[in-house]
Nanobody
Framework: VQLQAFGGGLVQAGGSLRLSCAAS????????IGWFRQAPGKEREFAAG????????SYADSVKGRFTISRDNAKSTTYLHMNNLKPEDTAVYYC?????????????????WGQGTQVTVSS
């Protein structure tokens, strides 16, 4: 599967953005999709994930209640709705895919990655 993330940009604190991750060359509905982010000087960390069935989702504590992950299998696209953004959300955001049944938060468990999209939140 090939992934392409887009939708990043510059937003003021308290604002919102929606990231998209479009998939191609694979059966999108068979993949678990994760969103990870990497701030300057920090390791890439899990932000949110969604299983194939859409009803099973997971969030990092730092984004819980502010971010919502969703997917549209018919469009082979996953979305990350980000509300009440904070300066500490500034990072490059990546989407990733893995097969199987475990919604892992470990980046090493995801073989396929998109190129990343920059999100910058100003204070």
């Amino acid at each position: 599967v090939q992934l392409q993330a887009f939708g990043g940009g510059l937003v003021q604190a308290g604002g919102s953005l929606r990231l998209s991750c479009a998939a191609s060359e694979g059966t999108f509905s068979q993949y678990i999709i994760g969103w990870f982010r990497q701030a300057p000087g920090k390791e890439r960390e899990f932000a949110a994930g969604i299983k194939q069935t859409r009803n099973v989702r997971s969030y990092a504590d730092s984004v819980k209640g502010r971010f919502t992950i969703s997917r549209d299998n018919a469009k082979s696209t996953t979305y990350l709705h980000m509300n009440n953004l904070k300066p500490e959300d500034t990072a490059v955001y990546y989407c990733a895919a893995r097969e199987g049944s475990i919604l892992s938060i470990e980046r090493s468990r995801y073989p396929w990655w998109g190129q990343g999209t920059q999100v910058t939140v100003s204070s």
